[in-house]
């Protein structure tokens, strides 16, 4: 039998690691000491994660393999034993050890970028903290094995988040992006956790595979409706979560803003932790999904409307690292539409394949900024010449995000688009017809994939520097330190080679790993082509209008196109709309419930108060001082008590004695 | 028992002058060494109340005459302590009218 160290150790050791930092290696003169516990912690982590997905490659009977402690039991006194059990636990299946294996690699070889990106900030050591306390948190996410823990780690998911984000506190905008990326979140995560607790209620338990089984054998006791609406509410509820988390309309606008945080920061947030939680969360909880046809027909549809809204946007926006956010979203559309056409395997897939090219292209663009000093795109340009090393990867990385033959996007986005061709599930919820709008709006978006990345690359890294900054800039422009290059080089390396995880000449070995039987191909082998064209199509306009510091919009000025142009670039009024109805909405009545608490509420106890004053005030009147007064008062009470007593005949006093 | 024409009632209604004269002294006689007089004469109504009742419902029993004791030992040391009082006030404020020491008032 192979030896599986414990899974719970995985986690821990991040943990172990904030816990260092923060108690050794918070101060400046220490802090460069920081960045090696975190990366010692991360290599054993995966190396800890590794086995364990080898361990279950070679030994498939092994899953699912859960190790579960009782933390606390409700009501353990009842006659029918305890009516809830809260429990901590590990569960190790493929799908947890796959996304161990993606979350602790990508975080690694982003910390290790970090001790190049960061050197010389204030805040090292501070970083290094939140660092290992987001990959403590996105790993004992991974790992629950019941809601109730994975909400915990989901909530410290979101805490690190903000704290990343917000890293930059002195900044206004930082803190506001930090407090958007928290707050809208929540806005998904109440209906994330109203859906654990009607689920965990309908089964009396948190366990993952004991609510599994109770699903599929229609055990459930739900308080309201039938069993098969009521799993269907909880899906969608479930999914709320995963829509703040993952950045899906209509909770999407957070993420853009997210970039505030330091780069690698966000190549974390948007490749392996953060965004891939919700993801993650969805497939975990699948089997929910999977017992209700019309949540999964809701997933699909979010997922394919946020991939071409994002993609939209992504085409219009001029700083880099926006462009890149609205590609995550678009891409987290891409799985979501994968998860919701019933394929579990393609939307992890491309989950996979996207942490690495995603984390490569953050880490690219962070060493564009690092050397150039700015944000702006337009204010680069020419930049291949003396970046080489981050030209070049940064190529791979756009290629392999727009789907070009052979690196790994291609693998993993046509797979999506195949399991949306020939899913059964929305053919038959949708109609064919309906499925073919999802297929065809992923067909947009893969066309519009490949030429918003060439844009961004040709303005980035060809044709002359730009503007008076970049005269400047371009003097300065240097490639960046080996520590940094390391992992674009290892990312590129994983974008280009990870689509053999599920490659025929592989045997689809993701597939076998997951449990998958064969790929979906069979009837849609033209998708292939399609899509293939369609990213090179994309690539060759783009290259027209962008190539070799060419701006080919600037020329356009029919009015119609202008007028659609400037509302993509305002991102379709999202933000606007946000700001304008919701947040005023908020404001409006949130101004009102101020008026209640300050004349009503306050009201009573200031009323309370007032009452006493007056009160006394009056009351005040009968100390006099005058002594005679006051026994006059006490005398004529007892003589008047008296008169009373006697009158209704009450006896006060010690038992009568009744005779000698 | 030899009759008596004296009943109980008598007793109270003694008591009951002598509690009388004694809350007017204390409620309306302006000197304070007055006032404390006043109390003790409403302490002595209520020592005849107590040795009457003795008397006339049950002398087997001691307690009339012992609360009697009692309220003596207590009265002299009342009137120690309010003498002491009037003395203090007396120098404080000049005069031993209580209706000029009203200073502790609202």
Redesign the interface.
Known sequence: MPVIWPIWMIPALPLASFLIIAALFLRPERARFAPYVLVAALVAALALSLQAALGLWHYPALAPLEQRATWLAIHPDSAAGARLTLEVGTLLDPLSALMLVVVSLVSLLVQIYSIGYMRGDRGYGRYFAFMSLFSFSMLGLVVANNFLEIYVFWELVGLCSYLLIGYYYQTASAANAAKKAFIVTRFGDVGFLLGIIALSHAGATFNFMQLQRLIETGGLTPFFFGQSVFVTVVALLIFSGAVGKSAQFPLHVWLPDAMEGPTPVSALIHAATMVAAGVYLVARAFFVFHASGSALVVVACIGAFTAFLAATIAVTQSDIKRVLAYSTISQLGYMMLALGAGSVAAGMFHLTTHAFFKALLFLCAGSVIHSVGTNDMWEMGGLGRAMKWTAATAAIGALALSGVWPLSGFYSKDYVLASVATSSGLASALGVGGREVLLGLGLVVVFLTAFYMTRLWAVIFTGKPRGGRDQQGRVHAHESPWVMLLPLVVLATLAVFAGLLNHGSTGMLLNRFMGVGEAPHGEAQWLVWVSLGLALTGIATSWAIYGNGRNGVAAVTSAPALAIYRFVQRKWWMDDFYHGVVARGVLAASRIFAWVDRHVVNGFVDGAAWLMGVGGRW??????????LY??VL?TAVAAAGFVLAYLGIYVGPAL?TG? | MMQSYLQLHHYLIVAALLFAVG?FG???RRNAVA?LMGVELMLNAANINFVAFWRY??P??LEGQVFVLIVITVAAAEAAVGLALVLNIYRTFGTVE??R??????
């Not at chain 1, 009351?619 to 005679?628: D, F, M, N, V, Y």
Request: aromatic share 0%; hydrophobic share 55%; proline share 3%.
């Open positions: 009351l005040r009147q009968a100390e006099t001082g005058q002594l005679q026994v006059l005398l004695a000698p | 809350a204390v409620l309306a006032v419902i049950d087997a029993r209580v209706d020491v009203n200073t502790l008032k609202g």
